[in-house]
């Protein structure tokens, strides 16, 4: 059995970030990484547009209270106030101290870090580093790892969190190299595992964003807060679905219909194209089912719209946004300084997840925590986004409650003895779950069951929602379910099978599926990304509350939990 202080799952942003701050606030500690990627190719890396401070370097009227208030107001009021007002108060230092690390920020003329405009924030204060960002910031921090010498465990898959007389007690890890299965315990066990997006057959995300974080956690018994929260993307690159970051339209590109209209002007006449994402990505899906599309001939009636850059003009486009251009040109084929680039909304980012105190500590019920689990990043929802997250806000997210998670576990293990665990029960375990899926005599191949899987969660759970639609796509799940035990898989090798690890990972999907569906299915109001043909209004007397969804393979159980509001009162959201 593999012994450490810390075991962090996931090499993003916010398990990189939360390293460094255990390794710094205490070096004696023993920290380990384990990752089922490579860390530097987790998706934090490709994040584009930008991180959000009020660093005022461009708009000296910015302040932390506004920054709060457009996330508060942007999360269509769901955000626990108390989250929000240490992302927006912290973030202007935590971007410092990212530069001070070494990342390399755009700059303005006098040499400050650049910021520029972005959907839903009222000031311009998302710094970048052109539209690699993500880049720019996830390899610095893996660097940083290593000087502080924390251990990395690369390409290896947590197979399951130990979680025992409540209390986390370490994980099961599976090496995709050899196939190796190793019991870790742990004094902390932090989860940074990222998003779901996988869960959609059209995705910004990489293919390692399967939500199995959330679905180990949702197996423990733990509950999973305000799931039915999606975020779709309105720029997502047609067909493929990859993302053209909302910096594009910070720079000042326009959305045209076919009828060459610039839309907007009837949704967020205010705001134009940097409306919050779901209130852009309903009006394009919208002037799409209306026939104002566009087809790939340039006819109306299809199934985009037009993204114009191309009264930007040259020298600001390769400047600012040059790896939107590269993967328009690269995938598409549309050189967009004299063509606009064909786009429609796409899964993009998971509002929901685990849910977490201001610490990172998960709770295990409306007022209670779980001793010695942590978790912060895209899969936790502590909740700074509510029911629909701004741009530019979740890479602060990780940082800020990366650092904050990762102070508050040093100080938690200080004095603390490592857990029992029996190994020899865990592993055992793990060696079945494995074996079964290896010999089951199945008549599915995986990716059938994925596809139809996909297929399901975008058609009964995407942008419009019914209850006709989301039952349906209930009783789907539960077939897709059973076809699970029915997969088979061609590869019985131990030395990198990635077909065992897509087995995996198909179950995390199918889970988190299920959790989606059935919190939408009973949160009958629209609010946020969550929007209900039969229930159009947000509805402050019944639904300003979080969902907690409960799993387990009978059925999936949901209480409610309260918001904070601490700063700005509920009011009639309007750009
Ligand atoms: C294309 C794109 C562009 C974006 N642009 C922006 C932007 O400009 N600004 C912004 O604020 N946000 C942006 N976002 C969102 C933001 O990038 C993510 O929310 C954030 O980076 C998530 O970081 P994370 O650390 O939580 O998880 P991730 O970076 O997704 O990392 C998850 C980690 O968990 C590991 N992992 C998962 N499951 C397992 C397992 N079973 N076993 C072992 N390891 C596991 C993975 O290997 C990986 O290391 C963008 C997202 C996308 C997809």
Same mark, same amino acid.
């Given at each position: 059995?593999?012994?450490?202080?810390?075991?962090?799952?996931?090499?993003?942003?916010?398990?990189?970030?939360?390293?460094?701050?255990?390794?710094?606030?205490?070096?004696?500690?023993?920290?380990?990484?384990?990752?089922?990627?490579?860390?530097?190719?987790?998706?934090?890396?490709?994040?584009?547009?930008?991180?959000?401070?009020?660093?005022?370097?461009?708009?000296?009227?910015?302040?932390?209270?506004?920054?709060?208030?457009?996330?508060?107001?942007?999360?269509?009021?769901?955000?626990?106030?108390?989250?929000?007002?240490?992302?927006?108060?912290?973030?202007?230092?935590?971007?410092?101290? $990212?530069?001070?690390? %070494? +990342? #390399?920020? !755009?700059?303005?003329?006098? =040499?400050?870090? &650049?910021?520029?405009?972005?959907?839903?924030?009222?000031?311009?204060?998302?710094?970048?580093?052109?539209?690699?960002?993500?880049?720019?910031?996830?390899?610095?921090?893996?660097?940083?790892?290593?000087?502080?010498?924390?251990?990395?465990?690369?390409?290896?898959?947590?197979?399951?969190?130990?979680?025992?007389?409540?209390?986390?007690?370490?994980?099961?890890?599976?090496?995709?190299?050899?196939?190796?299965?190793?019991?870790?315990?742990?004094?902390?066990?932090?989860?940074?595992?990222?998003?779901?997006?996988?869960?959609?057959?059209?995705?910004?995300?990489?293919?390692?964003?399967?939500?199995?974080?959330?679905?180990?956690?949702?197996?423990?018994?733990?509950?999973?807060?305000?799931?039915?929260?999606?975020?779709?993307?309105?720029?997502? $690159?047609?067909?493929? %679905? +990859? #993302?053209? !970051?909302?910096?594009?339209? =910070?720079?000042? &590109?326009?959305?045209?219909?076919?009828?060459?209209?610039?839309?907007?002007?009837?949704?967020?006449?205010?705001?134009?194209?940097?409306?919050?994402?779901?209130?852009?990505?309903?009006?394009?899906?919208?002037?799409?089912?209306?026939?104002?599309?566009?087809?790939?001939?340039?006819?109306?009636?299809?199934?985009?719209?037009?993204?114009?850059?191309?009264?930007?003009?040259?020298?600001?486009?390769?400047?600012?946004?040059?790896?939107?251009?590269?993967?328009?040109?690269?995938?598409?084929?549309?050189?967009?300084?004299?063509?606009?680039?064909?786009?429609?909304?796409?899964?993009?980012?998971?509002?929901?997840?685990?849910?977490?105190?201001?610490?990172?500590?998960?709770?295990?019920?409306?007022?209670?925590?779980?001793?010695?689990?942590?978790?912060?990043?895209?899969?936790?929802?502590?909740?700074?986004?509510?029911?629909?997250?701004?741009?530019?806000?979740?890479?602060?997210?990780?940082?800020?409650?990366?650092?904050?998670?990762?102070?508050?576990?040093?100080?938690?293990?200080?004095?603390?003895?490592?857990?029992?665990?029996?190994?020899?029960?865990?592993?055992?375990?793990?060696?079945?779950?494995?074996?079964?899926?290896?010999?089951?005599?199945?008549?599915?191949?995986?990716?059938?069951?994925?596809?139809?899987?996909?297929?399901?969660?975008?058609?009964?759970?995407?942008?419009?929602?019914?209850?006709?639609?989301?039952?349906?796509?209930?009783?789907?799940?539960?077939?897709?379910?059973?076809?699970?035990?029915?997969?088979?898989?061609?590869?019985?090798?131990?030395?990198?099978?990635?077909?065992?690890?897509?087995?995996?990972?198909?179950?995390?999907?199918?889970?988190?599926?299920?959790?989606?569906?059935?919190?939408?299915?009973?949160?009958?109001?629209?609010?946020?990304?969550?929007?209900?043909?039969?229930?159009?209004?947000?509805?402050?007397?019944?639904?300003?509350?979080?969902?907690?969804?409960?799993?387990?393979?009978?059925?999936?159980?949901?209480?409610?939990?309260?918001?904070?509001?601490?700063?700005?009162?509920?009011?009639?959201?309007?750009?």
């Amino acid at each position: 059995m593999l012994e450490h202080d810390i075991i962090i799952v996931g090499g993003g942003l916010a398990g990189c970030r939360a390293a460094v701050e255990i390794a710094r606030t205490d070096p004696n500690l023993n920290v380990a990484l384990v990752a089922k990627t490579h860390p530097i190719r987790s998706h934090s890396v490709a994040a584009q547009g930008g991180i959000a401070a009020t660093l005022k370097n461009v708009d000296s009227a910015d302040s932390w209270e506004a920054h709060a208030f457009d996330t508060v107001k942007g999360s269509d009021y769901l955000a626990d106030q108390d989250a929000v007002e240490i992302l927006a108060r912290e973030a202007p230092d935590v971007v410092i101290d $990212l530069e001070h690390m %070494g +990342v #390399l920020f !755009s700059r303005l003329p006098d =040499g400050r870090i &650049a910021q520029r405009a972005f959907g839903g924030h009222s000031h311009n204060r998302t710094c970048y580093a052109a539209d690699k960002t993500g880049h720019a910031i996830l390899h610095e921090l893996v660097n940083n790892l290593r000087r502080y010498g924390v251990q990395i465990y690369d390409e290896w898959y947590v197979m399951r969190l130990i979680l025992e007389d409540g209390g986390a007690k370490g994980v099961v890890m599976y090496r995709i190299l050899d196939g190796e299965l190793v019991v870790v315990r742990a004094k902390a066990v932090m989860f940074a595992t990222g998003g779901y997006g996988r869960v959609y057959n059209t995705t910004s995300n990489d293919y390692a964003s399967t939500g199995d974080g959330l679905a180990m956690t949702a197996i423990a018994g733990l509950p999973l807060e305000d799931m039915e929260f999606v975020q779709f993307h309105p720029t997502g $690159l047609y067909p493929v %679905g +990859v #993302l053209i !970051s909302e910096a594009v339209r =910070g720079e000042g &590109a326009y959305l045209i219909n076919s009828e060459g209209d610039r839309f907007m002007a009837n949704y967020a006449p205010s705001r134009m194209e940097l409306a919050p994402r779901d209130i852009t990505s309903r009006a394009i899906a919208q002037e799409i089912l209306a026939g104002r599309g566009i087809h790939p001939d340039g006819s109306a009636g299809g199934s985009f719209v037009h993204l114009d850059l191309r009264h930007m003009g040259k020298e600001k486009i390769m400047s600012r946004v040059p790896f939107c251009w590269e993967e328009a040109h690269r995938l598409v084929s549309i050189d967009a300084v004299h063509q606009p680039i064909p786009v429609r909304p796409t899964v993009h980012y998971s509002m929901g997840g685990i849910p977490v105190n201001i610490d990172g500590q998960v709770r295990s019920g409306l007022d209670s925590l779980i001793d010695g689990f942590f978790a912060a990043g895209e899969c936790a929802c502590v909740s700074v986004h509510g029911a629909n997250r701004l741009g530019s806000n979740s890479l602060l997210e990780c940082v800020v409650y990366g650092r904050k998670t990762g102070a508050f576990i040093a100080q938690f293990v200080q004095n603390r003895k490592h857990p029992v665990v029996d190994e020899q029960r865990y592993l055992t375990e793990a060696q079945q779950q494995i074996q079964a899926l290896l010999e089951q005599p199945g008549q599915y191949r995986i990716a059938q069951v994925r596809d139809a899987f996909q297929d399901c969660m975008t058609k009964h759970c995407g942008v419009f929602r019914t209850p006709e639609l989301m039952r349906e796509g209930l009783e789907q799940l539960q077939k897709l379910q059973q076809q699970y035990q029915q997969i088979y898989l061609d590869d019985q090798g131990s030395c990198w099978n990635t077909e065992l690890i897509e087995a995996l990972e198909l179950r995390s999907l199918i889970i988190v599926g299920q959790l989606i569906l059935t919190s939408a299915l009973n949160r009958l109001e629209s609010r946020g990304s969550h929007f209900r043909e039969d229930y159009a209004q947000r509805d402050d007397t019944n639904f300003l509350k979080h969902t907690m969804a409960y799993y387990s393979p009978a059925g999936i159980d949901l209480q409610y939990r309260p918001v904070n509001i601490t700063l700005f009162e509920p009011q009639e959201r309007k750009y």
